[in-house]
T-cell receptor, first 113, second 112 residues
């Protein structure tokens, strides 16, 4: 099992550009989520999904879109990048059992200039 | 919604000492409390977790305690080693685990 795979590892964007951060998991997990990590602010939930076709907002959803067309994939879209979106992004997944642990990907470091 | 506060933000200890990191949460319905360790440039990884029906859990040098009445939980690391140096995050999850809310992290530095 590869676990949770994120691409790209690094990305630099100019303000106003769009891009998609990719996340895939091969563990047949129902639950997938996106977090952003900023210095001194911990991990903040952006969006999450409890299964294919179902998504919901987390703590900081503005400026981001998600979709879940398959169990395996959960891409995060930035429609018009802003410098405030400079961060490290982590995708995470877990199975459907109560209180099962989150498995994180290796992260994507995004810089918006 | 749930809010998790974590203290201290940084903690420096000598090798062999104990380290304690404390978290408080706001939602009395939360019932799952994991701790994650994140080494520099790496992803967060689960090191221990506790459910609300348990007051304490131990795994070798790591232990977690939970006080549901006071709504706080703590991570205890004994006999610290330099490889324990990392950022540690606590988290809390309300019933149903739809959202896992993290604390702001504690940077632990263990000096030889």
């Amino acid at each position: 099992n590869a676990g949770v795979t994120q691409t790209p590892k690094f990305q630099v964007l100019k303000t106003g550009q769009s891009m998609t951060l990719q996340c895939a998991q091969d563990m047949n997990h129902e639950y997938m989520s996106w977090y952003r990590q900023d210095p001194g602010m911990g991990l903040r939930l952006i969006h999450y999904s409890v299964g294919a076709g179902i998504t919901d907002q987390g703590e900081v959803p503005n400026g981001y879109n998600v979709s879940r067309s398959t169990t395996e994939d959960f891409p995060l879209r930035l429609l018009s990048a802003a410098p405030s979106q400079t961060s490290v992004y982590f995708c995470a997944s877990r199975d459907g059992t109560v209180n099962s642990p989150l498995h994180f990907g290796n992260g994507t470091r995004l810089t918006v200039t | 919604g749930e809010n998790v506060e974590q203290h201290p933000s940084t903690l420096s200890v000598q090798e062999g000492d104990s380290a304690v990191i404390k978290c408080t949460y706001s939602d009395s319905a939360s019932n799952y409390f994991p701790w994650y360790k994140q080494e520099l440039g790496k992803r967060p990884q689960l090191i221990i977790d506790i459910r609300s029906n348990v007051g304490e859990k131990k795994d070798q040098r790591i232990a977690v305690t939970l006080n549901k009445t006071a709504k706080h939980f703590s991570l205890h690391i004994t006999e610290t080693q330099p490889e324990d140096s990392a950022v540690y995050f606590c988290a809390a999850s309300p019933t149903g685990f739809q959202k896992l809310v993290f604390g702001t992290g504690t940077r632990l530095l263990v000096s030889p």
